[in-house]
C-alpha cells in the first residue's frame, strides 16, 4: 500500500461509530466479563477491512503448512500460517493498526483494562489458514490474554470453521486437578458434559475478543472441501511483560 494511501486511511476514525457510543461499549464490557468472548460485528469501517483483507491476501503467500499434534495440550495444528515476524517484515499497515490509538482504546474499553502489546515477535500478530477439509486449529490457550480477531475469509454454518471456546477453563482445571495445558481431552469432556462448549460461527468482517489465556479454544475442523477460513489474530495483554511457553515457536517459528 502507498505510504500516502496508508496516511489518509488511517489518520481518520478506522473503527464503525456504533463502537464510540458508551451504551453499546458497555453491553459488549458486561459480555466480555461474564464469557471470556464477544463478536465485534462491522468493527473496522468498510476501507480498512478491505485493505485488510489485500493485505492479508498478499501476506499469505508466505504461509508454511503446519500439521502435527501439539506436545503438552496434545491437540492437532493442521493449518498454514504466517508469523509475527513475516509481518513485522512485510506490512505497515498491519504494523500500524496493532500500534493504533483508537483499536487499543476501544479493545481496553471493552476489556475493561489497559492493554499492552506484546514482546514475541512470532507472537504479537499472527495469520492462520484453513484451507481444506480437515484442517483445525486444535484447544489451546494463547500465551497473551486477548486475542483480537479478524476473520477475512469464512466457512459457511454447518461446513466447521466454527470457534468453540470454554470459559473459565483454568478454573474448572484447578477444581478437578487437571492441568491447564496437558492431555487436555479429559477436561474437554467433562466441559461437554455439563455443557459448558460454547460455540460461535464467524462470518467475513466479522471480528471477536477472547480471554484466550483463560478460555481453551479451538477452531472445528473444516467439513467440506474447497472451503477456506482465514483469520489475523492480534495479542494483547494487560501485563506489561509476559512468560512466552514453547507452542507458539513450535507453530509459528522457522522450521522445516
Ligand atoms: O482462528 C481463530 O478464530 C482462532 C485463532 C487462535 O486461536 C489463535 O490464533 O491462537
Ligand atoms: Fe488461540
Not at 4 to 18: C, D, F, N, R, V
Not at 163 to 181: D, F, K, P, Q, T
Not at 182 to 194: H, M, P
Amino acid at each position: 500500500m502507498a505510504d500516502t494511501a496508508l496516511l489518509s486511511l488511517l489518520s481518520k476514525p478506522i473503527i464503525g461509530k456504533h463502537y464510540r457510543d458508551p451504551a453499546y461499549l458497555d453491553q459488549l464490557r458486561c459480555i466480555f466479563s461474564e464469557y471470556g468472548y464477544v463478536k465485534l460485528t462491522e468493527f473496522f469501517i468498510k476501507p480498512v477491512y478491505e485493505s485488510l483483507v489485500a493485505e492479508i491476501g498478499a501476506i499469505q503467500r508466505k504461509k508454511r503448512k503446519r500439521d502435527f499434534q501439539m506436545p503438552g495440550y496434545a491437540t492437532p495444528r493442521i493449518m498454514s500460517v504466517v508469523s509475527g515476524s513475516e509481518i513485522l517484515e512485510s506490512s505497515v499497515l498491519l504494523v500500524t493498526l496493532y500500534g493504533h490509538c483508537e483499536l487499543r482504546k476501544t479493545l481496553a474499553t471493552i476489556i475493561d483494562h489497559d492493554i499492552f502489546g506484546v514482546h514475541h515477535r512470532e507472537e504479537l500478530m499472527v495469520v492462520n489458514l484453513l484451507e481444506k477439509r480437515g484442517d483445525t486449529h486444535g484447544w489451546h490457550l494463547d500465551d497473551p490474554r486477548y486475542a483480537f480477531i479478524a476473520v477475512l475469509k469464512a466457512t459457511p454454518n454447518d461446513q466447521g470453521g466454527s470457534v468453540e471456546y470454554i470459559s473459565n477453563w483454568r478454573s474448572l482445571c484447578a477444581e478437578h486437578g487437571l492441568g491447564a495445558e496437558q492431555n487436555v481431552d479429559k477436561g474437554v469432556e467433562l466441559a461437554a458434559s455439563r455443557g459448558m462448549i460454547r460455540q460461535a460461527h464467524h462470518k467475513a468482517g466479522d471480528c471477536y475478543l477472547l480471554n484466550a489465556g483463560e478460555c481453551l479454544h479451538r477452531v472445528t475442523p473444516l467439513a467440506v472441501d474447497k472451503s477456506e477460513r482465514w483469520v489475523l489474530n492480534m495479542a494483547f495483554d494487560d501485563r506489561m511483560s509476559i512468560p512466552f511457553g514453547a507452542t507458539a515457536d513450535l507453530l509459528y517459528g522457522e522450521h522445516p
